[in-house]
């Protein structure tokens, strides 16, 4: 499958960039997309939560009242989590998130993505690109030329461009990845995916 590369005033270069049917034509596999995104997203929650139980409150182990006769019900000292300043019951403790995916696994849900990108028509070849200082207005401008306002649009490049990435981290909606950082979440959460014509080949040599 061919699709025409695009240059920054989003003008058709007469080019086309062909993609794999290994990588951008594979039949999508919903589940592994939902494990993978999963994963990210879990390996973004610090566990770090806590709340004191019954034996970690400071407090008087006495019993605050006698067993019958109070018309009442019965209680035993002032950590009861019944009471007001009292321990939580299986309160939440520190844990880890992590869940273990396979390389063959996530490597498959990052083809699904693409896939699926791919036949939606929400993937967009743009000719490599670089600016001579971080200029947003300038990448602004690139955003307007292409009709990518106020879509969320990743970008993924072939290598580190520090000019590039300064002009993007301030506009909305817009992220910057490079190849090798490409998640199925990002795929799956960007209305559009502008790919430039270096990373191509790339993406399929990390995942063909």
Not at 12 to 38: C, M, W
Not at 127 to 132: P, V
Not at 177 to 185: A, G, M, S
């Amino acid at each position: 499958m061919e699709i025409a590369v695009v240059n920054i005033n989003g003008e058709d270069t007469g080019r086309k960039a062909a993609l794999s049917k290994e990588v951008f034509g594979i039949e999508p596999n919903d589940h592994a997309i939902y494990l993978d995104v999963k994963q990210f997203m879990a390996h973004g929650r610090q566990g770090t939560h806590k709340a004191k139980e019954r034996g970690e409150i400071v407090g008087s182990r006495r019993k605050i009242k006698k067993q019958k006769g109070t018309g009442s019900a019965r209680a035993g000292d002032i950590k009861n989590p019944l009471f007001r300043g009292g321990g939580r019951v299986f309160g939440p403790r520190p844990r880890t998130y992590d869940v273990r995916l396979s390389k063959k696994l996530k490597s498959l849900a990052r083809k699904s993505a693409l896939s699926y990108k791919v036949k939606e028509e929400s993937i967009s070849i743009l000719e490599d690109f670089t600016f001579d200082n971080p200029k947003t207005k300038a990448f602004i401008g690139i955003i307007e030329k292409l009709s990518l306002v106020d879509k969320k649009t990743l970008f993924i490049l072939k290598e580190n461009d520090r000019n590039v990435y300064l002009s993007s981290r301030n506009i909305s909606k817009t992220n910057v990845i490079l190849c090798e950082d490409i998640n199925t979440y990002d795929l799956v959460n960007a209305d559009k995916i502008v790919i430039s014509e270096g990373s191509v080949e790339k993406i399929e040599n990390l995942f063909g």
